[in-house]
């Protein structure tokens, strides 16, 4: 498919019914609305973290609607529309980012660190590209067993820089078995650019040189993803062995909540990806030259999306009622409970050492998030009291160091000005 959704020279239409081209299209569309609602529920303090999908939602439905139910997924981060495809609900999202204790790891993990047996899906990893080495091992031993199941990898470029990523394909090329390593090339790890990277070309060129069957496609096109995937998965299954995929795409968000990639690219080349090659504005234009679609289904699909139960929940402005202040007495590790709302937590005042100027204080006590690792928040002037910088979050942890207070006695409790 052409940029503006027509149909390539040379190229063969694909014949998909109108109703199974308005389910990816809807399922693409969902992904970016809800990347909108978690980006600014993180932006509200809400949650601690997110990544968005934005240019890559082609190549993740395209993909994941190529692939079987039984055939187990094993991701990095960005692969949000494979989920859903899958049919991971919003509110599984929601559990997993805002750890409630409905999500599987009861609230331990990070937010979009996803992972649903019921949904054949592999739980998300923070060290890259771990993923891929565990893949090849459970292709090789679908090959052993002859169970029919084709193991799907997605796994970015900047994670191709990864040994796991050699030590996976020379395993899979010479052991053999069913297994698609899907590369989606956006272009970026985090703020380094492809063309720093790599002197090569590209990841596809190590597919070949692992003597491994290797497709290059364009990721924003959701019809070749979806040819290619299908075909690798019938390559991978009949003849027990790897595919490489590499799909070639534009990540339009940040890294993460913690980037701001105008920092190191210009708003011009993301506002001209954006407006040119988006997948959705691509498959858009397809279908509504099709005459399956239109401006005012965009308009009500758009309104339904937003009316989710789910978003609507997350976006109640009101805060949850304080919770009564919680004292903890040398307990190291604090499971902060007052959720959403900055904190103070005051040590009492009779202790002599808190009496000190702030500077002082922060030799006696330190305040550690344990999640990111910084210290969230400041000591007060003239006060015992330690404020958070951000609100906290249900999995908000601090670790408490207290070094020569007395009286160790901590009191936590909504930070009123
Ligand atoms: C082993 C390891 N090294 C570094 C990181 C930090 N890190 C997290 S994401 C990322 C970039 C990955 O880029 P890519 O694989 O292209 O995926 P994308 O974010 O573009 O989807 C890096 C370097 C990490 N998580 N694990
Ligand atoms: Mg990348």
Redesign the pocket.
């Known amino acids: 498919m052409n940029d503006d959704g027509t149909i390539r020279k040379g190229a063969v239409e694909p014949e998909h019914d109108s109703d199974f081209v308005l389910q990816m299209y809807q399922t693409m569309c969902r992904v970016q609305e809800m990347d909108k609602v978690f980006y600014d529920a993180q932006r509200q303090g809400r949650i601690s973290f997110y ?1 968005q999908n934005g240019g ?1 939602e082609g190549a993740q439905v395209g993909s994941a609607a190529a692939l079987q139910f039984k055939d187990p997924v094993y991701a ?3 692969e949000l529309g494979v989920l859903m495809w899958r049919g991971m609900s919003l509110q599984n999202f929601a559990d997993q980012c805002f750890s409630n204790e409905d999500e599987p790891a009861k609230g331990r993990q990070m937010p979009v660190h996803y992972g649903s047996a019921a949904h054949n899906i592999m739980t998300i990893s ?4 771990t993923q891929l080495p565990q893949a090849a091992g459970t292709a090789y031993a679908y090959k052993l067993d002859k169970s029919g199941r084709c193991v799907i990898c997605y ?6 820089s ?1 040994g796991d990523f050699h030590a996976a394909l020379n395993f899979a090329s010479t052991l053999g078995g069913p297994c698609v390593f899907f590369c ?3 272009g ?3 703020s380094t650019s492809v063309t720093d990277q790599y002197a090569g070309d590209g990841i596809a060129a190590r597919g070949v040189a692992y003597g491994i069957h290797t497709i290059r496609v364009d990721g924003g096109d959701v019809f070749a993803v979806y040819e290619a995937t299908k075909k690798a998965r019938e390559i991978a299954v009949n003849e027990n062995k790897a595919v490489l995929i590499e799909a070639m795409a534009y ?1 339009e968000g940040h ?1 993460s909540t913690s980037d701001d990639s105008t920092r190191y690219r210009e708003s011009t080349e993301i506002q001209d990806w954006r407006a040119r090659a988006n997948p959705i504005v691509r498959l858009r234009k397809y279908i509504t030259s099709k005459g399956w679609w239109d401006e005012e289904k965009d308009a009500e699909l758009l309104k339904s999306l937003r009316k989710d139960g789910t978003w609507r929940d997350m976006l109640l402005p009101p805060l949850p009622p304080f919770a009564p202040p919680a004292t903890f007495t040398r307990s190291p590790l604090l499971r902060v409970p007052l959720a959403h709302h900055p904190l103070r937590l005051q040590c009492c005042s009779a202790c002599p050492p808190l009496r000190r100027s702030p500077s002082q204080m922060s030799s006696i006590c330190s305040l550690t998030c344990t999640t990111t690792r910084t210290c969230r928040g400041t000591w007060l002037s003239r006060s015992s009291s330690w404020r958070s910088t951000w609100p906290s979050t249900p999995h908000t942890m601090y670790m408490l160091t207290i070094r020569t207070c007395s009286c160790l006695k901590i009191q936590a409790m909504p930070f009123v000005d």
């Open positions: 990544m890559e990095q981060y960005r923070s060290p890259l590209a796994f970015g470029e900047g994670a191709a990864e989606r090339n956006n970026f790890a985090i990540r890294h």
